[in-house]
């Protein structure tokens, strides 16, 4: 996990302070504004999405129908990745930001794929998923916070197959 560090970010043109918190207990519901999830199959290897910005994992942000962290999960992980995901999650970060006038929170977690939708038919969310190595993923995956990026994916991988 990577832990009081802060990085500051341009997100759609404004400077955002992200803080990526010690804890992994979950703040007050009505704060989180998104979800993204680190799903991997039993082998190791995980699911990716290919989104306009590259390679990602599933996320969003939270909709009016979601009622608790696991709805956001699952939504975005059907809508993106034609999968489901079990119903035991494991929070690998919380991440506030400041994006908003009030703070909000990014949650990341992880867990396994219970069911994947064959074909996949790619929607607005993404143009497709992958399976890939976590070696892979993290050699393709390109963003602004890329450094602390990995140390989440690798604390996500060693929370399930430790």
């Known amino acids: 996990m990577v832990s009081n560090k802060k990085t500051k970010v341009f997100l759609s043109g404004a400077e955002v302070t992200l803080t990526y918190l010690k804890s992994t207990e979950l703040p007050d519901f009505k704060k989180i504004t998104s979800a993204s999830i680190i799903p991997f199959l039993p082998d190791g290897r995980m699911v990716s999405v290919s989104l306009d910005r590259g390679m990602d994992i599933p996320g969003g942000h939270k909709e009016a129908c979601d009622k608790n962290l696991h709805d956001i999960l699952k939504r975005e ?17 919380v991440i506030l930001s400041d994006y908003y006038e009030d703070d909000s929170y ?12 064959e074909p996949f038919i790619p929607k607005h969310e993404s143009f497709g998923r992958k399976i890939v190595t976590v070696e892979e993923f ?3 995956y390109d963003s602004v916070i890329k450094k602390e990026f990995v140390d989440i994916v690798l604390q996500a991988k060693s929370l399930l197959f430790s």
């Open 77 to 93: 992980s059907l809508e993106e990745a034609g999968i489901v995901i079990e119903n035991e999650i494991i929070i690998v970060q």
């Open 106 to 117: 990014m949650v990341i977690a992880t867990g396994f794929v219970k069911e994947m939708h």
């Open 138 to 140: 993290l050699e393709k």
